[in-house]
Antibody, heavy 125, light 108 residues
Framework: EVQLVESGGGLGQPGRSLRLSCTAS????????MSWVRQAPGKGLEWVGF??????????EYAASVKGRFSISRDDSKSVAYLQMNSLKSEDTAVYYC????????????????WGQGTTVTVSS | EVVLTQSPGTLSLSPGERATLSCRTS???????LAWYQQKPGQAPRLLIY???SRATGIPDRFSGSGSGTDFTLTISRLEPEDSAVYYC?????????FGQGTKLEIK
């Protein structure tokens, strides 16, 4: 079964750091781009960033709201993707989802086809 | 950054009716890189449509997507009570992906 499981959420203080992990199973992590998406309480979805597949050397892109503070990495040998969150702000409070994709298969570009259950990050002093 | 604007904000329809949800982008987006997601309360989103018109695995044919350029549509025919959810469009054409703000669909 293809599955993503996030961990590492919790209470973080403003200005401090947290690292989220996303453990993949049922597929080869290295073959896929992996994205992070967050959802603040009562709000819509916000794309955070992604890391490309190993074919593209795992390069990363970020939303303007987190660029310079957050970084995404991956350890394909362990089937784990990470979201390092530095200089936390109260507006980073959200449920963070790890997702697979986007990716190309048989000539079609798929969106984010597998989602974890989400992990909650609360930034407060 | 490509801005996605969804309308209407809320849609209230009865079972058996057809729902038409709109997603407009601030600049032209390749239809290959436009997706729709469904999110029910307390759940993670689920991919419905990718490439503007292709249904994801396991999605009933009541769900269909169309559009090109800056105008995209998600149509849900023969509404069922379980279709009550928030629906989001997303573009993944540029290196910075963006979501629309969502349309809440209520089934009376």
């Amino acid at each position: 079964e293809v599955q993503l499981v996030e961990s590492g959420g919790g209470l973080g203080q403003p200005g401090r750091s947290l690292r989220l992990s996303c453990t993949a199973s049922g597929f080869s992590l290295g073959d896929y781009a992996m994205s992070w998406v967050r959802q603040a309480p009562g709000k819509g979805l916000e794309w955070v960033g992604f890391t490309r597949s190993n074919i593209y050397s795992g390069t990363t892109e970020y939303a303007a709201s987190v660029k310079g503070r957050f970084s995404i990495s991956r350890d394909d040998s362990k089937s784990v993707a990470y979201l390092q969150m530095n200089s936390l702000k109260s507006e980073d409070t959200a449920v963070y989802y790890c997702t697979r994709g986007p990716f190309m298969r048989y000539g079609d570009w798929y969106g984010l086809d597998v989602w974890g259950q989400g992990t909650t990050v609360t930034v407060s002093s | 950054e490509v801005v996605l604007t969804q309308s209407p904000g809320t849609l209230s329809l009865s079972p058996g009716e057809r729902a038409t949800l709109s997603c407009r982008t601030s600049q032209s987006v390749s239809s290959s890189h436009l997706a729709w997601y469904q999110q029910k309360p307390g759940q993670a989103p689920r991919l419905l449509i990718y490439g503007a018109s292709s249904r994801a695995t396991g999605i009933p044919d009541r769900f269909s997507g169309s559009g090109s350029g800056t105008d995209f549509t998600l149509t849900i025919s023969r509404l069922e009570p379980e279709d009550s959810a928030v629906y989001y469009c997303q573009q993944y054409a540029s290196s910075v992906y963006t979501f629309g703000q969502g349309t809440k669909l209520e089934i009376k």
